[in-house]
């Protein structure tokens, strides 16, 4: 088959220079006489995944770094806060992605697919690279915030599966948080979360589904109630199914 000759590598080196970048060409080409001679200057592999990760680090920066106040997981609360071990200092960093706090705890069944993560304060992400769920507790004097809480403790149990326990308290109240992977009689594998809260006097214990995860920002689109208020569809593709009456849906 004949293909008629294209000058990508013309056009590439125009449109950097347009913009004020490096020629990629001969970047790539310094980079090459550092190592020793291979097939390929660097596996298509490892630079494919590394623009997913920036990429969605370039959104990270847009949403993150202007917006301090909102509530944030772990990772960014550490990440940011100068006084943190985890700090980064980010002055000069194009994308902000998570560098520091990345010890999650994985929960699932043998010969299952579906892998929750749990991050050290227990915010939940029940499938690969999606929103996740967190928990709160909320009275008239005091919000117990999981990322904001300095000390928690987490903790693996097994009864008949594999179950990552974590329990904050700030002040007189406390969460604790259980979750695990089961297989209902069909089969089919979900993520069983469980929450109990306990406030010195009356509150919420306020069930959050946020638009980020432990990488960073992850889009939610739409939220569908469902099951008269008793389940919310999110992006029009997964379910979250609640065993006990909600006294209130909001929406923002």
Same mark, same amino acid.
Request: charged fraction near 20%; proline fraction near 7%.
């Given at each position: !088959?004949? %293909?008629?000759?294209?000058?990508?590598?013309?056009?590439?080196?125009? !449109?950097?220079?347009?913009?004020?970048?490096?020629?990629?060409?001969?970047?790539?080409?310094?980079?090459?006489?550092?190592?020793?001679?291979?097939?390929?200057?660097?596996?298509?592999?490892?630079?494919?995944?590394?623009?997913?990760?920036?990429?969605?680090?370039?959104?990270?920066?847009?949403?993150?770094?202007?917006?301090?106040?909102?509530?944030?997981?772990?990772?960014?609360?550490?990440?940011?806060?100068?006084?943190?071990?985890?700090?980064?200092?980010?002055?000069?960093?194009?994308?902000?992605?998570?560098?520091?706090?990345?010890?999650?705890?994985?929960?699932?069944?043998?010969?299952?697919?579906?892998?929750?993560?749990?991050?050290?304060?227990?915010?939940?992400?029940?499938?690969?690279?999606?929103?996740?769920?967190?928990?709160?507790?909320?009275?008239?004097?005091?919000?117990?915030?999981?990322?904001?809480?300095?000390?928690?403790?987490?903790?693996?149990?097994?009864?008949?599966?594999?179950?990552?326990?974590?329990?904050?308290?700030?002040?007189?109240?406390?969460?604790?948080?259980?979750?695990?992977?089961?297989?209902?009689?069909?089969?089919?594998?979900?993520?069983? %979360?469980?929450?109990?809260? !306990?406030?010195?006097?009356?509150?919420?214990?306020?069930?959050?589904?946020?638009?980020?995860?432990?990488?960073?920002?992850?889009?939610?689109?739409?939220?569908?109630? !469902?099951?008269?208020?008793?389940?919310?569809?999110?992006?029009?593709?997964?379910?979250?199914?609640?065993?006990?009456?909600?006294?209130?849906?909001?929406?923002?």
């Amino acid at each position: !088959m004949w %293909m008629k000759w294209f000058p990508w590598r013309f056009i590439v080196k125009r !449109m950097a220079r347009a913009h004020g970048f490096l020629d990629p060409v001969v970047l790539l080409s310094y980079i090459n006489r550092f190592a020793q001679p291979a097939e390929v200057t660097a596996p298509v592999e490892l630079l494919r995944a590394g623009a997913v990760l920036h990429a969605r680090g370039l959104i990270n920066s847009q949403a993150i770094q202007h917006n301090l106040d909102w509530v944030w997981p772990y990772w960014v609360e550490c990440q940011f806060d100068p006084d943190s071990p985890s700090f980064v200092p980010r002055a000069f960093s194009l994308t902000h992605i998570n560098l520091t706090q990345r010890n999650w705890t994985a929960v699932g069944l043998p010969d299952s697919i579906e892998l929750p993560i749990v991050d050290p304060r227990g915010l939940v992400t029940p499938f690969f690279d999606s929103w996740s769920v967190d928990a709160w507790v909320i009275t008239e004097d005091q919000k117990l915030i999981p990322s904001k809480i300095v000390q928690g403790n987490q903790r693996l149990e097994w009864e008949e599966n594999l179950s990552v326990v974590t329990e904050l308290s700030q002040g007189q109240a406390k969460l604790i948080s259980h979750v695990e992977v089961q297989k209902n009689p069909e089969g089919i594998a979900s993520c069983k %979360m469980t929450f109990s809260a !306990m406030a010195p006097q009356e509150g919420w214990l306020v069930v959050s589904l946020r638009p980020f995860n432990p990488e960073g920002v992850s889009f939610v689109h739409r939220i569908e109630l !469902m099951n008269e208020g008793q389940a919310w569809k999110v992006n029009d593709e997964h379910g979250i199914y609640f065993n006990h009456k909600i006294e209130r849906n909001l929406f923002s």
